[in-house]
């Protein structure tokens, strides 16, 4: 399954949901806000939200600064 994540295309072997890509991208502790095709997913809701081929992903991570 190809998706674009971030804006880079990444291939995974499977259909997976949101949680299961950031998992395996080893990104989970730093993501703080996903969206899949420009809308916004909850957190709540990545554990059952299945991307799809050529879907585009966006995780955000917050970063402090001052």
């Known amino acids: 399954m190809n998706?674009?994540?971030n804006?880079?295309?990444k291939n995974f072997e499977k259909d997976s949901t949101l949680e299961e890509i950031i998992h395996e991208l080893k990104i989970?502790?730093?993501v703080m806000a996903a969206a899949v095709n420009m809308e916004i997913v909850k957190k709540d809701e990545w554990n059952s939200f299945v991307v799809r081929?050529?879907?585009k992903l966006e995780l955000l991570q917050f970063?402090?600064?001052g």
């Open 53 to 55: 081929e050529n879907d």
């Open 63 to 65: 970063v402090g600064g």
């Open 3 to 5: 998706l674009i994540v």
């Open 7 to 9: 804006g880079e295309e």
């Open 28 to 30: 989970e502790e730093k």
